[in-house]
Nanobody, 132 residues
Framework: EVHLVESGGGLVQAGGSLRLSCAAS????????IGWFRQAPGKERVGIAC????????YYADSVKGRFTISSDNAKNMVYLQMNSLRPEDTATYYC?????????????????????????WGKGTLVTVSS
C-alpha cells in the first residue's frame, strides 16, 4: 500500500524559512516522480515543484522558482521542500504526491493555471501559515 506522509508545516513569519518532509513507502521510489503541491483556502490545488526519483532532476513553478528547493534522499525514500523567503501568499496546505509519469508531473507543476489532474498518489497534507 502506498503511503506519502508530509511533515514540517507550521507558523512562520514572512521572510522566514521552513523545510517540509515527505516520507514515501509502498512503491519503487526510482520509478516515480514526486511532487509538492499546495492549496490555499478557497483556491484550486496547484503544483509547485517536482523531482525525478530516477535521476533527481528538478522542476519548479514560476511562483516559487528561486525561493523553494526540492530534493530527495533515495536511500531513505524521502523528499524535501526547503522554503525560503516565505510570503503570506505561500500560506496553504502543502501536499506530497507521486506519479509514474515524470512528463505528466512536470506539465502539471509548471503550466500556469492548469488544474491538477491525474496524479497517482497523494499524502494528506501539512499546513503552512505565513504571517505578515
Amino acid at each position: 500500500e502506498v503511503h506519502l506522509v508530509e511533515s514540517g508545516g507550521g507558523l512562520v513569519q514572512a521572510g522566514g524559512s521552513l523545510r517540509l518532509s515527505c516520507a514515501a513507502s509502498g512503491f519503487t521510489f526510482d520509478d516515480y516522480a514526486i511532487g509538492w503541491f499546495r492549496q490555499a483556502p478557497g483556491k484550486e490545488r496547484v503544483g509547485i515543484a517536482c523531482i525525478s526519483g530516477k535521476n533527481g532532476s528538478t522542476y519548479y513553478a514560476d511562483s516559487v522558482k528561486g525561493r523553494f528547493t526540492i530534493s530527495s534522499d533515495n536511500a531513505k525514500n524521502m523528499v524535501y521542500l526547503q522554503m525560503n523567503s516565505l510570503r503570506p501568499e505561500d500560506t496553504a496546505t502543502y501536499y506530497c504526491a507521486a506519479d509514474r509519469s515524470l512528463g505528466h508531473t512536470i506539465v502539471v507543476v509548471t503550466t500556469p493555471g492548469l488544474r491538477v489532474y491525474g496524479i497517482d498518489y497523494w499524502g494528506k497534507g501539512t499546513l503552512v501559515t505565513v504571517s505578515s
